[in-house]
């Protein structure tokens, strides 16, 4: 979406509020929702005190800094690292010909592409993420998407013919990193990177450096609602309570984090999905076999940054629950919630994986 198609809130944009140029600002209250949700008061966990939010629209969706209130000057530097998100959408979407990311995409395979040190480093964690994940995070898997994309709209499945032929354009231990040069090449004709699975999990740990950089140390942001970065206390309590949705009702609340320095994500198929046949199809894909993975309703993850959280909990939910607990288990500062699918009619049992009792709250 170009900058001037952009909506502005109330008719006016956030130049009109603050200096800056992101697209629009609001200052709420207690209740708002933010994430699955800033946890209104009730008698489960922690609770949630007045706040002051401040939001733009960018990557399709709503990235929002949830502060504590204190000295009105901060909201300058607030709106500031929000113009970020906008600076790393130009950068990283595919959905604009003339983006950094378009251009590696269209050259890379021809030669090696410099890339920016920042957006280099953010490649370097795919690749480590998807040796770790054996496959099962992928940011290549752009032809598969768009072929279930295709399907769907004619009312199909793939055929095994049409999802091999996506597979051979898909891979990334086929894009070759050269750190010295801070260059990318692709030896794969037909490969292209499309960072929807950890970008907006980046995004939210750039504004918080940003936000950590200008001495600002209690905050939340988050970026659509399912991923999050979290530093320092709301309420005194230790860190900011969000909910955790229901899986099976999306309209309830299942539980409450308590997150501190770290970031969260949560994927799930319950929304996005369509029928075939009577089969249901979610839209997470695993890009090793490009057949939707259907062994969780979601999987919440928790970790160090939100970028890694981003992308981990599509792998995990990949995965499935035996190889999670494994990764989990050699990755200390990695915790998942997992809700299986319900077995014979039973409700929903939720499996935590070194998630800390003292910061988990469970309706």
Known sequence: MSDDARPAASGRSRRDFLTGRAIRAELEETGEKIADALVKQDSVGPRSAETIRLSTTAMATEFSIIQNPGPGQRMT???DALDLVHELEDQMTVYREQSTLMDINRQAYGQPVEVETQLFGLFQLCQKLHE???GAFDPTSGPLIALWKQCRDKGHIPTEDELCTALQQTGMEHVLLDELQKTVHF?????SLNLGGIGKGFALDRIGAFLQKNEMNDYLVHGGRSSIFARGDHNQQGGWPVGIMNP???NQRYGTILLRNCGMSTSGSSVQF???EGQRYGHILDPRSGW???EALSVTVLAPTAAKADALSTAF??????KTREYCDNHPQVGALIIPPPQGGRSLQPISLGIPDEILFLI
């Open 187 to 191: 030896e794969r004709s037909g490969l």
């Open 77 to 79: 530097i607030t709106s």
């Open 317 to 322: 939910f990949v995965m499935g629950l035996e």
């Open 292 to 294: 939707p993975a259907a």
């Open 248 to 250: 099976a009702f999306r």
């Open 274 to 276: 369509f029928r075939h």
């Open 132 to 134: 770790e994940t054996a």
